[in-house]
């Protein structure tokens, strides 16, 4: 479906002179920094997989979405999305694909929803009968029947990202990005479309490139990560496999028995040296090195009067973040 191999992307930007006089020297003279945005990215997506594309802010990853949906233009390198080079843009090609942009949109402000749908069924050219079973099965699985002929711009936030998921899959396409779909919404809305995302996936089976900010989302919806760094690829694997991997420790929370609550503090096994997270006089929760985690256990069990105590491996987001700031673990 989605194979990409050594893709580069270079831009050229301003580089802006300090004070008064380089502003005014840069009227005339301009100076220019090379910004390598991609480096030699290999990604290979297969139908049914939905792919989580990982990184902090300018790391490279609506830049490798748009490239894989033919926006841009790489500087190096090859791809094949189905079988056609992206960026040629060939009608066939663009038939097939869709793009979601959360801070983007393709429906129009001052038009309803019902009549954006309509004009989209004639540009990808969708038979009648076609359009209409994906419109009720997308608008019955989304819950907004009642918002159909209602303008856009009187929509809330969530409410326009669900006509925005609908627009983009009425012609039932067979690669899926999703660049940020769920920011700015709230709770409800972000699980909404986290179903529906899920719900489509087994149904439709595309190939599926997701990114986020939210955690969430990722852990929900993939079981593959892409973790990109600098326009670097750093991780390419499961999400479990990432923690097992990288994670350096482990959280544990121990509830104690009621009244058994000692009078001088949390509890402090010997073999202790993390971070207490929480503690509330019944409850504690610490986060100690992988290694010292069965010790620690052991000896809460044995010194304390412990009802109930979990063992979990580290948030995936706080492994990620760790991996972003110093790259992956030796």
């Known amino acids: 479906m989605i194979k990409a191999r050594g893709l580069t992307k270079t831009f050229k930007v301003h580089k802006k002179q300090p004070g008064f006089?380089?502003?005014?020297?840069?009227?005339?003279?301009?100076?220019?920094?090379?910004?390598?945005?991609?480096?030699?990215?290999?990604?290979?997506?297969?139908?049914?997989?939905?792919?989580?594309?990982?990184?902090?802010?300018?790391?490279?990853?609506?830049?490798?979405?748009?490239?894989?949906?033919?926006?841009?233009?790489?500087?190096?390198?090859?791809?094949?999305?189905?079988?056609?080079?992206?960026?040629?843009?060939?009608?066939?090609?663009?038939?097939?694909?869709?793009?979601?942009?959360?801070q983007k949109a393709q429906l129009w402000w001052d038009l309803p929803a019902a009549d954006g749908f309509l004009l989209l069924r004639q540009i990808y050219q969708v038979p009648e009968a076609r359009f209409r079973e994906n419109l009720a099965?997308?608008?019955?699985?989304?819950?907004?029947?009642?918002?159909?002929?209602?303008?856009?711009?009187?929509?809330?936030?969530?409410?326009?990202?669900?006509?925005?998921?609908?627009?983009?899959?009425?012609?039932?396409?067979?690669?899926?990005?999703?660049?940020?779909?769920?920011?700015?919404?709230?709770?409800?809305?972000?699980?909404?479309?986290?179903?529906?995302?899920?719900?489509?996936?087994?149904?439709?089976?595309?190939?599926?490139?997701?990114?986020?900010?939210?955690?969430?989302?990722?852990?929900?919806?993939?079981?593959?990560?892409?973790?990109?760094?600098?326009?670097?690829?750093v991780y390419d694997g499961s999400t479990v496999k990432l923690v097992e991997m990288y994670a350096r420790h482990k959280v544990l929370t121990a509830h104690l028995q009621v009244g058994e609550s000692p009078p001088d503090g949390p509890p402090r096994p010997d073999r202790m040296a993390g971070e207490i997270l929480e503690w509330n006089g019944t409850a504690l929760k610490i986060k100690v090195e992988r290694r010292d985690a069965a010790g620690v256990a052991a000896q809460l069990l044995g010194n304390y009067s412990v009802a109930d105590l979990s063992i979990e491996e580290e948030d995936v987001g706080t492994v990620i973040e760790s991996m972003l700031k110093s790259g992956p673990a030796t």
């Open 21 to 102: 006089a380089g502003s005014l020297r840069s009227l005339f003279v301009r100076n220019w920094e090379e910004v390598h945005a991609l480096k030699g990215v290999d990604l290979d997506v297969e139908a049914g997989e939905i792919v989580g594309l990982v990184g902090a802010n300018g790391a490279g990853k609506t830049t490798l979405v748009k490239a894989l949906a033919g926006i841009i233009h790489p500087t190096g390198g090859t791809a094949e999305v189905l079988g056609h080079v992206p960026w040629r843009r060939h009608n066939e090609f663009r038939r097939q694909i869709a793009l979601i942009m959360g």
């Open 137 to 233: 099965r997308l608008v019955d699985a989304l819950q907004v029947s009642d918002k159909l002929n209602v303008q856009i711009r009187k929509l809330s936030l969530g409410e326009r990202m669900k006509m925005e998921l609908i627009a983009a899959l009425l012609h039932q396409p067979q690669v899926v990005f999703l660049d940020e779909p769920t920011i700015g919404l709230d709770l409800s809305a972000q699980r909404a479309i986290r179903e529906f995302i899920l719900d489509y996936r087994k149904r439709e089976n595309p190939a599926m490139i997701l990114t986020s900010h939210y955690m969430e989302d990722i852990e929900s919806l993939c079981q593959r990560i892409v973790l990109v760094r600098q326009g670097e690829k």
